[in-house]
Every structure is written in C-alpha cells, then in structure tokens.
C-alpha cells in the first residue's frame, strides 16, 4: 500500500512540482550516485523547509523514500494521514521512546531507502547551518551499515525568478568516518560531526556549481 501511495502521489502531482520548485539537480560525482539508488541505503539532507521532504520524493522518482519526520507532522490532519499512507517514519521529539530507529533499520534490513534530516528540527535565523547532527542518526548508519547518500537542497522554492538547486554526493560507509577506536559513544559523536561535515561541504559544492553555471 506505501508504494501505492507513493506511485500515485507522484504521477499526480508531477505537474504541480515542476511549477512549485523547478528542480534542478547536480551531482559530486554522478559515476558514484545519481538519481537512481540501487539497494539499500540512508540519505541524510540538509533542512531548510517542510517541503525538502517533497523534493527528494520526486529527485528520486524511482525508489520509495520512508523519511523520519516529527511528531508534530503526523498531528496535523489530514497531513499526518497522507504521511502514513506514505512511509512516514513518526519521531517523537519529546519522548524517548527509539522505536523510530528499529522501525528505519527494519526498512533497510528489507532492501528499503530510509531519508533523515540529522539537525532535527529548521534552524533559527542567525544560526551556523547545518545545525548539529542527532547522534540517533548517526547511530542508525553504523549499526546497519548501509552506505550513506549525502544531499543538499538550497530551498529556493515556490519561486517564479529561481529555481530550486539540489545536490548528490557520493555514498560513504558510516564505518569509515567514525574509526575503529575508542567507545561506541565516541564513534558515534565522530560520525555524527563527519556526516555533518560532508554535508556542510557538499553545499559549498552546490554553491560552486551554480557558480560555474552563471558565468558559463
């Protein structure tokens, strides 16, 4: 039923993105990873609006994304109905229940593509982007060890003067940016710093590309 409603979701409102975000999509390596994403695999995003969510969905028109998302999405009718109907992964932000990352690492064991937007909640005005990332998803990308596809949106939607410009980088294994030494606690908090770094790059790559296109 998920990919039901994610198949019909995108045939049907493929009209309406184009219009809404215009995407336009570049790559850090398109050998490495383009739009199709073979097995399983986690994709970890920047996050500037509650819309990133429907970008990827359809930058990744191929494969169903199940995407960890708040609680406070899910409350909203009938938003949190067609989110489930989607694969939505729910995270209570304010409880500490983890059943959320049983429930993504169940989704990858099956072959399945789990989205995660590690700084948990938009970032406030003033502040450094991308925020901090959670550990839990860090912890999820050593534990499955499903590679990583990094991403990055600059979040120019709904306009009529710009188009919105996303980026995929290259997979990476959680394993070989966390080391081997030291506590799981510690690898996991290098982990989480070196996905956030690799994002935090790969915007700046964005940003030289659109660059480079500008001038050409």
């Given at each position: 039923?998920?990919?039901?409603w994610n198949?019909?979701v995108k045939?049907?409102g493929?009209?309406?993105?184009l219009?809404?975000?215009?995407?336009?999509?570049?790559?850090?390596d398109?050998?490495?990873?383009?739009?199709?994403?073979?097995?399983?695999?986690m994709?970890?995003?920047n996050?500037?609006?509650?819309?990133?969510?429907?970008?990827?969905?359809?930058?990744f028109?191929?494969r169903?994304?199940?995407?960890?998302m708040?609680e406070?999405?899910?409350?909203?009718?009938?938003?949190?109905?067609?989110?489930?109907?989607?694969g939505?992964?729910?995270?209570?932000?304010?409880?500490?229940n983890?059943?959320f990352?049983?429930e993504?690492?169940?989704?990858?064991?099956?072959?399945?593509?789990?989205?995660?937007?590690?700084?948990?909640?938009?970032?406030r005005?003033?502040?450094?982007r991308?925020?901090?990332?959670?550990?839990?998803a860090?912890?999820?990308?050593?534990?499955?060890?499903?590679?990583?596809?990094?991403?990055?949106?600059?979040?120019a939607?709904?306009s009529?003067?710009?188009?919105?410009?996303v980026?995929?980088?290259?997979?990476f294994?959680?394993?070989?940016?966390a080391g081997?030494?030291?506590?799981?606690?510690?690898?996991?908090?290098?982990a989480a710093?070196?996905?956030?770094?690799?994002?935090?790059?790969?915007g700046h790559e964005?940003e030289r590309?659109?660059a480079a296109s500008?001038?050409?």
């Amino acid at each position: 039923m998920i990919r039901f409603w994610n198949a019909f979701v995108k045939i049907s409102g493929w009209p309406v993105q184009l219009l809404c975000f215009r995407t336009k999509v570049h790559y850090a390596d398109r050998a490495k990873q383009g739009r199709r994403i073979r097995g399983p695999a986690m994709i970890i995003s920047n996050h500037t609006a509650v819309y990133d969510y429907v970008v990827w969905l359809f930058v990744f028109f191929s494969r169903t994304l199940r995407f960890q998302m708040a609680e406070l999405l899910f409350r909203k009718k009938p938003l949190g109905s067609l989110l489930r109907g989607l694969g939505g992964i729910y995270v209570d932000r304010d409880a500490r229940n983890m059943g959320f990352i049983a429930e993504s690492e169940r989704i990858l064991e099956k072959g399945g593509v789990v989205g995660i937007f590690p700084e948990s909640r938009l970032p406030r005005p003033g502040e450094e982007r991308p925020l901090p990332f959670a550990p839990s998803a860090a912890y999820l990308a050593l534990s499955s060890g499903a590679p990583v596809i990094p991403v990055y949106t600059d979040g120019a939607y709904f306009s009529l003067r710009r188009r919105a410009h996303v980026i995929i980088g290259a997979p990476f294994y959680a394993a070989d940016i966390a080391g081997g030494d030291g506590a799981e606690r510690e690898r996991i908090s290098r982990a989480a710093e070196a996905m956030r770094g690799i994002v935090k790059e790969l915007g700046h790559e964005l940003e030289r590309q659109k660059a480079a296109s500008s001038r050409g």
